[in-house]
């Protein structure tokens, strides 16, 4: 069966930092990882997607994820972070059809 | 402009009085999918419907019932609401591949007492 895990609740930097929020993803197969990003009073919207091919997927706003099969991971990263990027991140996975998977969530607080 | 719109976004009822959440998509999508946001567990699914009268249960199925009779509308049913049923719900559509994104609705908080 299909899982993924965000292993950190919080994560906290300074402005103009890089900042990276990790996943780690559990399927039989190959994954379609994506990572969504939820402002207060909003659902969720799309930043990026890995489906195949190269392992650094570029999306929305600057970000940018890198798809590491050996260690299946998928961590989101910004090599500078904004006070507005504050929000909750959700990395995701869906393996085949499989309907898709979410990880708990992870909360993003970009400090001026 | 290309949406999915939930109403209401805001629910306050009692336990045991039947509602309904309703949710559209304008982007003629075949996919369409209920989540349920609880603090520490992400998003959970509750049903999806992969194209007009076709419907399955998702992981939290119990409770809640949906319908698919038009391609655009796909709305979320609770016959007796209980108070553990309060939660943030949001509607996704996405077209048929499974490599698509979702879209999601702007949510709407339910609360039971």
């Known amino acids: 069966a299909q899982s993924v895990a965000q292993p950190e609740d919080q994560v906290n930097v300074a402005e103009g930092n890089p900042l990276t929020v990790k996943c780690t993803y559990s399927v039989s197969g190959n994954p379609y990882l994506f990572w969504y990003v939820q402002y207060p009073n909003r659902g969720l919207q799309f930043l990026l997607k890995?489906?195949?091919?190269?392992?650094l997927v570029k999306g929305s706003y600057g970000f940018e994820a890198e798809f590491n099969k050996s260690q299946t991971s998928f961590h989101l990263k910004k090599p500078s972070a904004l006070v507005s990027d504050s929000a909750l991140y959700f990395c995701a996975v869906r393996e085949g059809n499989n309907d898709m998977r979410f990880g708990a969530g992870t909360r993003l607080t970009v400090k001026p | 402009e290309a949406q999915v719109t939930q109403n209401p976004r805001y629910l306050i009822t009692v336990t045991g009085k039947k509602l309904t959440v309703t949710c559209s998509q304008n982007?003629?999508?075949?996919?369409m999918s209920w989540y349920r946001q609880d603090p520490g567990l992400g998003l959970r699914q509750i049903y999806y419907?992969?194209?007009?009268?076709?419907?399955d249960k998702g992981d939290v199925p119990e409770g809640y019932k949906v319908s698919r009779k038009e391609k655009r509308n796909f709305p979320l049913i609770l016959e007796s609401p209980s108070p553990n049923q309060t939660s943030l719900y949001f509607c996704?559509?996405?077209?048929?591949?499974?490599?698509?994104?979702?879209?999601f609705g702007n949510g709407t908080r339910l609360t039971v007492t």
């Open positions: 419907s992969m194209n007009v009268e076709v419907t």
């Open positions: 890995y489906i195949t091919g190269d392992n």
């Open positions: 996704a559509s996405r077209i048929g591949q499974g490599n698509s994104p979702l879209h």
């Open positions: 982007m003629n999508h075949e996919y």
